[in-house]
């Protein structure tokens, strides 16, 4: 795809914010699904914390099958075409859960499904939309331009849990759902007004060009002295996370007695300290080389699983603010790595092929979700949730591990240095 020409200099240019504004309705409504899922699994269906697990497993295999097998149409045409239709179909996923709900034919099964679907369709929507920012903001605004971004991500993250505890306290699923779908069918249209270049002509996609694309993104990846290391440490670290999430709302609300109101609060107030991390992450990365911010970044989030285990049942102010600083300092890293990251895989990798490149990195890293929620499931067997937590938490701290021992990560230079010429590997 050819470049928008020429492209503006500064980053709140008119396409970036309508990209930016689509961004984050179109991931609140993710995360205020897949936040909300569990808590209607626990509260309207009682499933076992092992159920809930498998849920969050479902949704971990949706995206690496989608990923896995529909990448290649994340390069094809225009991309802001391709994300309204993403919006569009998992708007439509959302009215159907809602209408089973209301006739009563809700399952774990068809939240599992739903999860999956869901996961799936926004994996290849996220692959798109990062191989669109280059093409509307300058090179040089690039680090500036992911740092909303993931702001934005890492604040719904954590943020949207409000949103669905207070609906699911005060209304019922059916709302929620509704309410989700609308924000799609907002963001689909939102994206649709953002200015694209028209795409280079494209040759027929027959099967064997098709089995070559998603090959090369692979191949690419791991070629790519960088950004192979980075994308390892990145797995590494989501395995653990991936069993974090998939039991802490069961712990908070079990383990610690918190109400879905007060998990949403929580997840409220951690998503503004992330918000609030923002101004800092530019910072992070213009005064310290990669290696360091990376390392830091990947091992700092184990202190939030660790927060987690100090909840005392009937303390609801000490629970509240314990919850919300534990998921403030995860946003916050989190928010902190990707700016760095979606930055170096933005400037290293061809614009032609950062489409594939980010799908073939997020199967890597994204579908490793599933064994992460699986192990959680697993171990809640036999291990209470605050155990699963505790390892949990020392998988994460040691996910720094890979960018260590990589000598080309650790030759990095600062983030604004970095030639705009430079290979993948």
Same mark, same amino acid.
């Given at each position: 795809?050819?470049?928008?020409?020429?492209?503006?200099?500064?980053?709140?240019?008119?396409?970036?914010?309508?990209?930016?504004?689509?961004?984050?309705?179109?991931?609140?409504?993710?995360?205020?699904?897949?936040?909300?899922?569990?808590?209607?699994?626990?509260?309207?269906?009682?499933?076992?914390?092992?159920?809930?697990?498998?849920?969050?497993?479902?949704?971990?295999?949706?995206?690496?099958?989608?990923?896995?097998?529909?990448?290649?149409?994340?390069?094809?045409?225009?991309?802001?075409?391709?994300?309204?239709?993403?919006?569009?179909?998992?708007?439509?996923?959302?009215?159907?859960?809602?209408?089973?709900?209301?006739?009563?034919?809700?399952?774990?099964?068809?939240?599992?499904?739903?999860?999956?679907?869901?996961?799936?369709?926004?994996?290849?929507?996220?692959?798109?939309?990062?191989?669109?920012?280059?093409?509307?903001?300058?090179?040089?605004?690039?680090?500036?331009?992911?740092?909303?971004?993931?702001?934005?991500?890492?604040?719904?993250?954590?943020?949207?849990?409000?949103?669905?505890?207070?609906?699911?306290?005060?209304?019922?699923?059916? =709302?929620?759902?509704?309410?989700?779908?609308?924000?799609?069918?907002?963001?689909?249209?939102?994206?649709?007004?953002?200015?694209?270049?028209?795409?280079?002509?494209?040759?027929?996609?027959?099967?064997?060009?098709?089995?070559?694309?998603?090959?090369?993104?692979?191949?690419?990846?791991?070629?790519?002295?960088?950004?192979?290391?980075?994308?390892?440490?990145?797995?590494?670290?989501?395995?653990?996370?991936?069993?974090?999430?998939?039991?802490?709302?069961?712990?908070?609300?079990?383990?610690?007695?918190?109400?879905?109101?007060?998990?949403?609060?929580?997840?409220?107030?951690?998503?503004?300290?992330?918000?609030?991390?923002?101004?800092?992450?530019?910072?992070?990365?213009?005064?310290?080389?990669?290696?360091?911010?990376?390392?830091?970044?990947?091992?700092?989030?184990?202190?939030?699983?660790?927060?987690?285990?100090?909840?005392?049942?009937?303390?609801?102010?000490?629970?509240?603010?314990?919850?919300?600083?534990?998921?403030?300092?995860?946003?916050?890293?989190?928010?902190?790595?990707?700016?760095?990251?979606?930055?170096?895989?933005?400037?290293?990798?061809?614009?032609?092929?950062?489409?594939?490149?980010?799908?073939?990195?997020?199967?890597?890293?994204?579908?490793?979700?599933?064994?992460? =929620?699986?192990?959680?499931?697993?171990?809640?067997?036999?291990?209470?949730?605050?155990?699963?937590?505790?390892?949990?938490?020392?998988?994460?701290?040691?996910?720094?591990?890979?960018?260590?021992?990589?000598?080309?990560?650790?030759?990095?230079?600062?983030?604004?240095?970095?030639?705009?010429?430079?290979? =993948?590997?």
């Amino acid at each position: 795809m050819t470049d928008v020409t020429p492209v503006p200099p500064g980053l709140w240019n008119r396409d970036f914010k309508r990209l930016w504004w689509s961004e984050a309705i179109s991931f609140f409504g993710s995360q205020l699904t897949l936040f909300a899922i569990p808590i209607v699994a626990l509260e309207y269906l009682h499933a076992s914390a092992s159920e809930v697990a498998w849920i969050t497993t479902a949704a971990g295999i949706g995206t690496l099958v989608f990923l896995g097998f529909l990448a290649p149409w994340t390069d094809r045409g225009r991309r802001t075409r391709f994300l309204f239709l993403m919006s569009v179909l998992r708007a439509a996923v959302l009215g159907v859960i809602g209408l089973l709900f209301f006739a009563d034919h809700l399952s774990l099964l068809v939240l599992a499904l739903a999860a999956g679907l869901i996961s799936g369709l926004t994996g290849l929507y996220d692959s798109a939309f990062s191989a669109l920012v280059p093409g509307i903001v300058h090179r040089s605004r690039l680090p500036a331009a992911n740092t909303w971004v993931a702001g934005i991500r890492s604040a719904g993250d954590i943020g949207a849990g409000a949103t669905a505890g207070i609906l699911l306290q005060i209304f019922s699923p059916l =709302a929620l759902f509704l309410a989700d779908a609308v924000t799609y069918v907002i963001s689909a249209f939102s994206v649709r007004r953002v200015s694209e270049a028209e795409p280079e002509p494209e040759e027929r996609l027959t099967v064997r060009r098709y089995a070559s694309s998603i090959v090369a993104g692979f191949r690419m990846l791991y070629r790519s002295t960088v950004l192979w290391p980075v994308t390892l440490a990145i797995a590494h670290f989501n395995l653990f996370t991936a069993a974090i999430q998939a039991i802490y709302i069961t712990h908070a609300l079990r383990s610690g007695s918190m109400s879905p109101a007060e998990v949403g609060v929580a997840g409220a107030l951690g998503g503004v300290l992330g918000l609030l991390s923002m101004a800092a992450a530019p910072r992070i990365w213009d005064r310290l080389r990669p290696i360091t911010a990376l390392a830091l970044t990947f091992a700092l989030p184990a202190v939030a699983g660790i927060g987690m285990l100090a909840l005392v049942p009937g303390r609801t102010v000490l629970n509240v603010a314990l919850l919300a600083l534990s998921l403030g300092l995860w946003a916050a890293s989190v928010m902190t790595n990707m700016t760095g990251t979606e930055t170096l895989k933005q400037v290293l990798v061809p614009k032609r092929a950062l489409g594939s490149f980010s799908a073939a990195s997020r199967i890597v890293t994204w579908g490793i979700d599933p064994l992460g =929620a699986a192990l959680a499931a697993v171990l809640t067997l036999v291990f209470p949730t605050g155990v699963v937590l505790a390892l949990a938490s020392l998988g994460i701290f040691t996910s720094a591990a890979w960018v260590l021992a990589s000598r080309a990560v650790r030759r990095l230079p600062r983030l604004a240095s970095i030639s705009a010429s430079d290979a =993948a590997g």
